[in-house]
C-alpha cells in the first residue's frame, strides 16, 4: 500500500513535470529571441501571369529596393519556390532521387527563418539583422527579405560526395528558377545570386559539414 502511494506520487510528478514541458518549454522552444514562427497563408493557385507572359518577364534584377514584401507575397513566394504541393508531400520543385535536400531561410530586419515546407510556416533560426552576408555592396539599398537557398547532401541516400554536390547545385539551381518565375508572374524582381559570405553564413546558421549555401535571392518589388 504504501510502496503503491509512493508511486502514484512519483507517477504524478512526473506527469506534471511532462504537463509543464509540453505548455511552457515547447512553445518558448519555437521562439528565438522575441521571433515567434510565422503562419503563412494559404497559396492563392489563382494569382499571377500566364505561365509564358512570366517567362517573357523574367530578368534579374540590377539594384534592389527597401520596400516592404505583404505577407500574402511571403506565402506565395514561397510555397512556388518549394512548397508542398501534393497530397504525397512532394513539392513545387523536383530533387533529386526526391531527397528535397533544398532548404529555404528568410533573411529579415528581425531575424532569419527556416521554411517549414510541411506546415507552411517560417520557423525563427536566428534575431537580428544578418541581410548583408548574402552580399550586398556597401550603400546599396538592402531589400526587405533575401531567401537563402541551403543543399543538406546527407539527404541523399545514394551516390559519391562529388555527385551529391551535382545533385545539390541542380536542386538549387530549379528551386532558383522557381523563385525567379514566381517573381516575374506577380511583379516581384529579384535576382540569383552566388557571391556572399558562405563561411560567415555557415558560422551563424550553424550549418555544419553536410550543409551548403547555393544561391541567395533578394527580393522587392520591381522599382
Ligand atoms: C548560378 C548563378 C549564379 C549567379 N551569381 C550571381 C552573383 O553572385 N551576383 C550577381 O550579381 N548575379 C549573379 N547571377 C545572375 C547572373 O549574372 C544573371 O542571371 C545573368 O547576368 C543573366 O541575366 P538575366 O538573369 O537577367 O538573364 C547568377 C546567376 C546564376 C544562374
Redesign the pocket.
Known sequence: MYFTNLHNSFTMKRLVVYLVLVFLVAPLAAQVGNLTPITLQAPDKTRGLPVMQAFAR?????SFTAAPISVRDLSDLLWAANGVNRPDGKRTAPSAVNAQDIDIYAFMEQGVYLYDARQHQLVPVVAGDHRALN?FRAGEPVPALCLLLVSDVSRFRMGTDSLKLVFA?EDA?IV?QNI?LFCAGVGLGT??????DTQGIKTLLQLGPTRHPM?NHPVCPVP
Open positions: 523574367r530578368s534579374s534584377l540590377t552580399g547545385a539551381g532558383s525567379s535576382r540569383p545570386r552566388a557571391l556572399m544561391l
